[in-house]
């Protein structure tokens, strides 16, 4: 029997027909896919614009574009993410600053936040850690006040709402990603969400080069185009955005079975008290990317790793914080961040995905409370 993933893409025939008739169209790139997923996308989460990107990456590398991101400017996040949060900045010759993380809901603690920011903080990225719905509206208040601007990371979190309205309504920018473990799935790819036109102009250029056509001499013939910023080509495949597209369709389907797992989760594990289950507002809205449980120091998170992967079920662990990484060690302390190295240490993502069956499940449950810590 092949393992229990932690997270596992769907795909069905309506996908497969989707992917099949751009096969048979005029444009495998180009062509009018990304428009209309772009719509569709802009749509479902209530911001005026969408712009696509190949990647989760490019896209974030993209807003920090955008938000003018440059050398000897910062920019604040936290380091519970994947290294691409902090990478995307770096790029662009900014220099990051890690913020800890607040274990009321394992994202950028929005008190802490200010005492970094310092004349040169140019963005706040929170990131919407499991797909917690974080609430920006204050964070980005004051950041407007102080010229700063929120680009949430939301990779975790399409369809996150926050009092019955979308994740990013309180951030400039939103960057979500499309790579196969996340809630939509188009092999790669990735989107940033704004509702501000300036943004949204500078998004388009950097995907495609940094060329317009916009605002041209008008003495120019109908071949003339103009490169007028440094871009790249960060677009993604009409074949691409058609399952983009075709997956969109079932995101609602897709959140409400990930609430029932999540559930299930609860009702059969909150009695171990070794375990800390995961925060979730009362009011619900949470997008349940990730089921992120601790263990007690003393119950040991390798022990019970590997007591699971023994038993047919491959957890995976989210994150090893960024400044552990080999890149980033002489960029930042160990022990600046303790409640980062704590949770790194105590966390193990357990499976959580729409296709997960009940049987499934309940095989993960009753493995774990057969667990002796
Ligand atoms: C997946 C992910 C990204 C990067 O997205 P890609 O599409 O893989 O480039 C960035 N941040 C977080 C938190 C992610 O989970």
Redesign the pocket.
Known sequence: MKPIPYTKHSIDQSDIDAVISVLQSDFLTQGPKPAEFERELAACCGSKYAVVFS???AA?HGAYFAAGLGAGDEFITAPL??A??VNAGVYLGATPVLCDISMKDYTIDQERVWRHVTDRAKAIVP?AYAGYPIDLKALREKAAAEGITVIL?A??ALGATVNGEPISKHADMTML?F?PA?HVATG?G?AVLTDNKAYYDKLMMFRTHGITKEALPEEQGAWYYEMRELGFNYRLTDIQCALGISQLKKLDASLKRRKEIADRYKAGLSDLNWLTLPPEPSDGGHAWHLYPVLVTEKTGRRRFFDYLRANGISPQVHYIPVHYMPYYRESFKTGDFPNAEDFYEREVSLPMFPALTDDEQGYVIDVIKRYKP
């Open positions: 990647n989760g990456t974030l993410t994947f691409a949060t990131v990371d990779a975790h990603s790579h996340k790669e990735g």
